[in-house]
T-cell receptor, first 113, second 118 residues
Framework: KAGVTQTPRYLIKTRGQQVTLSCSPISGHRSVSWYQQTPGQGLQFLFEYFSETQRNKGNFPGRFSGRQFSNSRSEMNVSTLELGDSALYLC????????????FGSGTQLSVL | AQTVTQSQPEMSVQEAETVTLSCTYDTSESDYYLFWYKQPPSRQMILVIRQEAYKQQNATENRFSVNFQKAAKSFSLKISDSQLGDAAMYFCAYRSSMRYGANSKLTFGKGITLSVRP
């Protein structure tokens, strides 16, 4: 069974631009969660999507948004990039219907110049 | 809101020795899950071990075991017979039970960098 796939692995953008990150969950998983990892703040929860609906959201500005498609693949979008958005963005997938394990992808490293 | 604290930023252990990584958490919930995740240089978060709060027995997975003290809100990870491949960043994480609401959110500690000396 293929694992969680995140694309691209690395991304370099400049301030003010926007970016879209992609996450393909494990087959059969309906929940996709996104996390931001930085050296200063650690791992912070962004949002979770389940069956195309956002069901939980972290404390991030509206510039951070996401969506989930009918095949459970998810995208995360950050608009008007700031230097502080430079981070590793991780996504995790699970069945989402019980207290089961989360499986993580290898992340997308975003650098904002 | 729940918080997870890992107060040791770095630890070092000799190969084949035993090391214990500490974690404390704060919650008002009675039903929850605790995890230890490993993040090697490849950056992928790998689940090491999981503990259900309603279980009194400490979880074990091969060389990895936990010491779960619910009253003290403490959840430490013991790695026995440390191997070079154990070198990584380790994160303690908390997740609410689904009976508090349907979500898969994890709250992480800041992490600890473990180095293994040959």
């Amino acid at each position: 069974k293929a694992g969680v796939t995140q694309t691209p692995r690395y991304l370099i953008k400049t301030r003010g631009q926007q970016v879209t990150l992609s996450c393909s969950p494990i087959s059969g998983h309906r929940s996709v969660s996104w996390y931001q990892q930085t050296p200063g703040q650690g791992l912070q929860f962004l949002f979770e999507y389940f069956s195309e609906t956002q069901r939980n959201k972290g404390n991030f500005p509206g510039r951070f948004s996401g969506r989930q498609f009918s095949n459970s693949r998810s995208e995360m979008n950050v608009s008007t990039l700031e230097l502080g958005d430079s981070a590793l963005y991780l996504c995790a997938s699970s069945l989402g219907t019980a207290n089961e394990k989360l499986f993580f992808g290898s992340g997308t490293q975003l650098s904002v110049l | 809101a729940q918080t997870v604290t890992q107060s040791q930023p770095e630890m070092s252990v000799q190969e084949a020795e035993t090391v214990t990584l500490s974690c404390t958490y704060d919650t008002s919930e009675s039903d929850y899950y605790l995890f230890w995740y490993k993040q090697p240089p490849s950056r992928q978060m790998i689940l090491v071990i999981r503990q259900e709060a309603y279980k009194q027995q400490n979880a074990t997975e091969n060389r990895f075991s936990v010491n779960f003290q619910k009253a003290a809100k403490s959840f430490s990870l013991k790695i026995s017979d440390s191997q070079l491949g154990d070198a990584a960043m380790y994160f303690c994480a908390y997740r609410s039970s689904m009976r508090y609401g349907a979500n898969s959110k994890l709250t992480f500690g800041k992490g600890i960098t473990l180095s293994v000396r040959p």
